[in-house]
């Protein structure tokens, strides 16, 4: 099978960057990126360089999807952040408006991979997690819109997300989160980039998670 041309000119681009990582092979339904990733990152003011054997997964059939890791050096145990297909690299919807920013190969590495790559060595540095720990499921979800919101309430967070699924934002509302402003002036700037960012259906399918309370939901990188 041919590395389709994209592909190739984005692994051009990372192995100027990560020269540890191979081209990629074809291994049943994916093309695989192996081989060590090694990188240097900072975060307020802590810089950590650190390198990791790792393998990038693009689906064959859908190969825009954003990627899948895993880390295959035994390093990062399994109750680590996991999901069924590898490592579980935040909150999906986050991950992929993160990835969406920057597309490729080298923005999924920058923006995705390492962030939690960085997080594991923090955490095996200095003993906790530097950017905080989200539960998984449901409630990682609500503490995820919490936390964006700025805000606690379960209702006023449902309200703000409901708006990002129908139809237009209208500015001229008062803004869901109790602050008497209107959306425009208040909430209404995030909601936006939520909206750019995030595909609608997956706001939705996080809406109903929500709404639905405490249902047990398995994160996966997607
Ligand atoms: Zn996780
Ligand atoms: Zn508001």
Redesign the pocket.
Known sequence: MNLPFFLRDQYNEIKEIYPGLYPPINISDFWVISGLLDFTAKYQGISIKDKYQIEILIPITNPLHIPFAREIGGRIPMDF?H?TEGL?L?EPGRVIQKFNEEPTLLGFINNCLIPYLYNFSYKEKFGYLIFGE?S?GTT?LLEYYQELFGIKDRKRILQLLGLCINSHLNGQIRCPCGSKKKLRKCHGILLNGLISGVPREIIKAEYDLINNGNKSHK?SPR
Do not use: A, D, V
């Open positions: 952040h999901s579980c935040g989200l998984h990682g994160f």
